[in-house]
């Protein structure tokens, strides 16, 4: 390896790195469950999940995000067959639950979790998520979705989904509440553990929640004292109008999903902008770009494995997956027609390219080389790396969400051969930030900042539990 000069004085931008995967199977690059030496058909088993914890920390991930949805694919070919056969996210189990379990064996590694928060009342997510936050001593991520899939409403009893912009009105209703249990019904010295004087926490220092919105009514204490950091670091992944107003007001951490340089610095600019909009530092909210990544000891043998993995992914899978995010049944077009735009309630930004551009069921297929429509990273350690740096020099992103081929075997590629190259460029850290997953990612402490609109429902004027709090809707 060849000796790389940094700029003590202007160090560069080091990359934050999530692993990003699914308590499934079949996640983002479908297929691959078939390889002879992929593990993922193991989810179901708790080894799995701690000794994917233990290998992330090894090569000092900042966090394992584990996405989630509520529902199944059900619109290509108008039922769940392929889903089944390929498992395209189904089976899929509660990531929530994972987290104790791979904290208890990892001391850094931040956790993000998928909760969607149209199926959820509040005041039971709120709790649970205060709860994990206290046992992984801060290292609580929450990435908020609101739904796209009408398979979901008719889980939970609904006739079906209600409209987007909807969608993020019940969503800024929810946070709003969440803030309020978070931030506004403890003081952080309410818990004295006086054992002498027989005072656990002091009556004087909880105070009551009385909230009456369009969406959610509550009154009463919250029921977990604050953890480390209160509110958990939040993620969005909004790229529609009013979604991207949404996750700039709010979002600590969002995720593009865009496939070309050009077009990620373009979603960059547009959301540095409108962070700035909103009152906010434009450089308060991590962006990340999802990759897939196959690397091996140089740029030949990278391609050989590229060519195995291949063989055992499924294109069709791929379009099965993305049929649900634009809620169009692609197996209707030809393979060679350009499929129309139609406006739907699922993933706008998505469905928006069918509107920008002409792309076929064979474009999207060539674009799945490996089951997933994430952009494809290859070579050896080396070239990934500098693949890497130019892509966040070029772009203005923080950071990557390195999606799984082959499990384990695809992380541990990662870490033992791309990030030493990292390092030595001086674009990855070499050792964990200490506290917790908020500290860890912006060195500013364990709570969310002044700034955040979560700051205007914290303790300044508040009465006790017995009394009427000011915090209405």
Known sequence: MTNIKTDTQNPPKQIILNAFDMNCAGHINHGLWTHPRDQSHRFNELSYWTD???????GLFDGLFIADITGVYDVYQGNIDLTLKESIQLPSHDPS???SAMAAVTEHLGFGITVNLSYEPPYQFARR???????????IGWNIVTGYLDSAERLIGQT???DHDLRYSQAEEFLELCYKFWEGSWEDDAVLKDKANRIFSDPAKVHAIHHQGQFYQSQGVFQVSPSIQRTPVLYQAGASKRGLTFATQHAEGMFIGADKPEKIKQQVDKIRAQAREQGRDPHAIKLFVGISVV???TDELAQEKLAEYARYASPEAGLAHFSSSVGMDLSKFADDEAIPYQKTNSIASVNSKFKEQQITPNDLKAQLQLGGRY???IGSGASVAEQ???????TGVDGFNLTRTVAPESHQDFIR????????RGRYKTAYTAGSLRNKLFQTGDRLTAQHPAAQYRLDHTEPHSGQQQQSA
């Open 52 to 58: 994917l914890a233990k290998t992330l920390e090894q």
């Open 97 to 99: 639950t994972l987290v």
């Open 129 to 139: 998520f205060a709860s994990l936050d206290h046992l992984t001593q801060g290292r």
């Open 160 to 162: 079906g989904l209600k």
């Open 295 to 297: 690397t091996a000891e």
């Open 375 to 377: 952009p494809l990273i």
């Open 388 to 394: 890497l740096i130019s892509l966040l020099d070029e």
């Open 417 to 424: 051969l791309v990030i030493p190259e990292l390092q030595q």
